[in-house]
């Protein structure tokens, strides 16, 4: 499956003058779920499989979730020129989960054999 996608970026900023007040608040983005393996089946009417050496592998099947998506992040600033309050408030975004394998089936009906 593919990856989930990233969330993005925000960037709060705030300015005042002599007298006042500035805030800011900045929230970033959150990431996409990654998305489903598909599912494999193999299936074959006989033969044989060899294979030679240290960690040789006879049969291989895999199915893969895709990551999930990263937060984005946030940056805020106030800037104060004289008198007055200046608050920033700024929280990244949530990550997303990862998505899941899918099925496997294999029907083989031959030796596997593996020398190493």
Known sequence: ???GGNGDLTIANSVTGLVGAA???GIGGNGGAGGTGGNVTASSAGGDILTRGDFSSG???QTIGGGG???GYSIGASVMGGLGA???A???GEGANGGRGGKIN???TGDIA???
């Open 1 to 3: 499956g593919g990856g």
């Open 23 to 25: 805030v800011s608040v």
């Open 59 to 61: 049969l291989i099947a």
């Open 69 to 71: 998506g990263n937060g």
């Open 86 to 88: 200046a608050v920033t």
């Open 90 to 92: 700024t929280i990244g």
């Open 106 to 108: 294999i029907d083989y």
């Open 114 to 116: 593996t020398l190493g």
